[in-house]
């Protein structure tokens, strides 16, 4: 099985940066495909950005398109997002999710098998 852990998360003001982590133990992920999701209070789960196993493709809610970038490092079995420009519309809990690697839907969150816990990130006007 894979585990998950997102950290990076916190509190910035409205203009700010943060870089969300997500580390994955038990296996590789070299072969995942991996998502970021994000749920504000009161809403439901949407997609933030995706990433192939290799690292070749990269997909983006509009939303975040041009301000969030999603990466992986082999090396360390993590997965980031880096946040920048950062809007109260952003204020969410994130998490990461991981698809053993077979064609699917980055934006579909039934797609995913494994999933973090999640961090909260809080932006401020």
């Known amino acids: 099985q894979v585990k998950l852990v997102e950290s990076g998360g916190g509190l910035v003001l409205a203009g700010g940066s943060l870089r969300l982590s997500c580390a994955a133990s038990g296996r590789t992920l070299s072969t995942y495909g991996m998502g970021w999701f994000r749920q504000a209070a009161g809403t439901d789960r949407e997609f933030v950005a995706g990433?192939?196993?290799?690292?070749?493709?990269?997909v983006y809610d509009d939303a975040v398109k041009g301000r969030f970038t999603i990466s992986r490092d082999g090396a360390k079995n993590t997965v980031y997002l880096q946040m920048d420009s950062l809007t109260p519309e952003d204020t969410a809990a994130y998490y990461c999710?991981?698809?053993?690697?077979?064609?699917?839907?980055?934006?579909?969150?039934?797609?995913?098998?494994?999933w973090g816990q999640g961090t909260q990130v809080t932006v401020s006007s």
């Open positions: 999710a991981a698809k053993s690697s077979h064609a699917f839907v980055y934006r579909r969150d039934s797609e995913y098998d494994y």
């Open positions: 990433i192939s196993g290799s690292g070749s493709r990269m």
